[in-house]
Nanobody
């Protein structure tokens, strides 16, 4: 089965930056819509950003607009989340996910493939 592996998480100070990566195995990555989701302790999983198969359609949750940027490199089978001006409330486990029909949907249940997540902790 296709595997998704997130990396780049860690501890960062408020106002700093972090770049998350998600590498996807297989030869069909360019067909997938990709999304980033996050989940903090005691909270529901939250949509963060999504990008269409070609990169032409992008959506963000309001709380990260202007601070986070999602992008993809189909030649590297990788989707990225550049996190700038991070805030303590950004602290969560961040997951990448793939929607196999290529649509950049924002509903988690529409995504068929998931990574195991990477922890992002923002200190005050």
């Amino acid at each position: 089965q296709v595997q998704l592996v997130e990396s780049g998480g860690g501890l960062v100070q408020a106002g700093g930056s972090l770049r998350l990566s998600c590498e996807v195995s297989g030869r069909t990555f360019s067909r997938y819509g990709m999304g980033w989701f996050r989940q903090a302790p005691g909270k529901e999983r939250e949509f963060v950003a999504t990008i269409s198969r070609s990169g032409g359609i992008i959506n963000y949750v309001d709380s990260v607009k202007g601070r986070f940027t999602i992008s993809r490199d189909n030649a590297k089978n990788t989707v990225y989340l550049q996190m700038n001006s991070v805030k303590p409330e950004d602290t969560a486990i961040y997951y990448c996910a793939a929607h196999l029909d290529g649509m950049p949907v924002t509903t988690a249940r529409r995504y068929e493939l998931w990574g195991r997540g990477t922890q992002v902790t923002v200190s005050s």
